[in-house]
């Protein structure tokens, strides 16, 4: 009986040392467990450069570096200088921006030590845009950039359109057309150094239109009014090439001008900064000339014959400032004419396209007596 008692005793002892023990146990695996590394998912082996694009860039630009073990990169080096813009994109792919100071030289990723490429990475000067000139136009402008640091350049945009015509003259001068569908906007300049902005916006201007030329023919002196439109800013007007003699903007639409000495038969243009509109063909009159009466008297509704040169297109013929009815004009070297109601003895004058023509003679006015 004492043994069984002993027996039934020991039972729980055993049970509690099992329970002490499996407490211990779990406790230490616990303890274990927090002691051990957190992991990140990165890898902690040295990293490894394999290649990286593109091998040359400006302060500013992304370069993309690919190899091992980059994602615990702190920082990469440029020719000694550290930039610690890294982007992480996989443990195998990382992007960093070019650091203010940068220099030609080997490429390093920081990790610990540093991990250097065997190929260099150029840097290259970042362009500079100084001055735009002009600072309006319209499209075909021809637009002078000039600055520093225009070595190879890549790309040219007002606004968002991009340039399909430019020359690199040097290093600080780019001369650029400006393209069809440019808008208001900054210039940029895009080189294998970066991008250089303009300072204030292009203005882009209207190209100018001309729907209607009165009169369609004109002599020297005389006043030619052009309509059409986006004339506002007109800096010049021309027929034939000379430029004339005096011209007024009256608004965006119209515009008086004088023709000046020397014009030619030819096209009629006018100039803004948004380009240059021309009407094909402007004929210039010559200033008509009288000389001779046939008759040089006679009386109310005698017909007379007026010759010279430039009277075609008479407009008006009068004896002494009243107007007479025209028999005929049909060419340039004489009009027939009716003496009327009203003349007095006087000369007689005839305008024309060209101008005013004035006889030397006098007309003399006959009265007949019934």
Do not use: C, W
Not at 56 to 73: E, H, M, N, P, Y
Not at 110 to 124: A, P, Q
Not at 128 to 138: F, I, N, T, Y
Not at 211 to 218: D, H, L, R, Y
């Amino acid at each position: 009986m004492l043994t069984s008692a002993l027996s039934t005793q020991s039972k729980p002892v055993r049970i509690a040392k099992i329970a002490v023990v499996v407490i211990l146990v779990i406790a230490g695996i616990a303890v274990f467990d927090a002691m051990r590394p957190v992991s990140t998912g990165q890898s902690s082996a040295s990293p490894v450069i394999n290649d990286f694009k593109p091998t040359f860039g400006g302060v500013g630009a992304v370069i993309r570096i690919r190899g091992t073990s980059l994602s615990d990169a702190t920082a990469v080096l440029f020719g000694g200088v550290a930039s610690n813009d890294v982007t992480v994109i996989s443990d195998r792919t990382i992007d960093v921006v070019v650091p203010n100071g940068a220099k030609t030289g080997r490429l390093g990723v920081r990790h610990g030590d540093t991990y250097e490429s065997v190929e260099l990475f150029t840097v290259k000067p970042t362009p500079v845009l100084a001055e735009v000139k002009p600072g309006s136009g319209g499209v075909k402008t021809t637009v002078t950039l000039t600055g520093e640091h225009f070595g190879v350049v890549k790309s040219i945009l007002f606004n968002t359109q991009i340039a399909r015509t430019f020359e690199v003259r040097s290093s600080t001068e780019i001369v650029v057309t400006v393209p069809a569908g440019a808008q208001t906007g900054r210039i940029s300049v895009n080189t294998d150094g970066g991008t250089a902005v303009s300072a204030s916006a292009f203005n882009i201007v209207e190209t100018p239109k001309i729907s209607q030329v009165s009169p369609g023919e004109a002599g020297v002196g005389g006043i030619v009014v052009i309509k059409g439109e986006h004339l506002s800013a007109a800096s010049g007007v021309s027929f034939g090439g000379v430029p004339a003699k005096s011209f007024t903007v009256k608004s965006a639409t119209e515009i008086e001008a004088t023709v000046p000495d020397g014009a030619q038969t030819g096209s009629l243009s006018v100039s803004t900064a948004g380009g240059t509109a021309t009407r094909p063909r402007f004929k210039i009159a010559g200033v008509p000339v009288i000389l001779e009466l046939r008759l040089a008297y006679g009386g109310v509704g005698s017909v007379v014959a007026i010759t010279g040169s430039n009277l075609l297109r008479a407009s008006s013929v009068t004896f002494n400032g009243v107007p007479a009815f025209v028999v005929s004009n049909t060419t340039s070297r004489q009009i027939r004419v009716v003496v009327p109601v009203g003349a007095t003895t006087g000369p007689v004058t005839v305008v024309t396209p060209g101008g005013t023509a004035v006889s030397g003679e006098r007309f003399a006015v006959l009265s007949f007596q019934p």
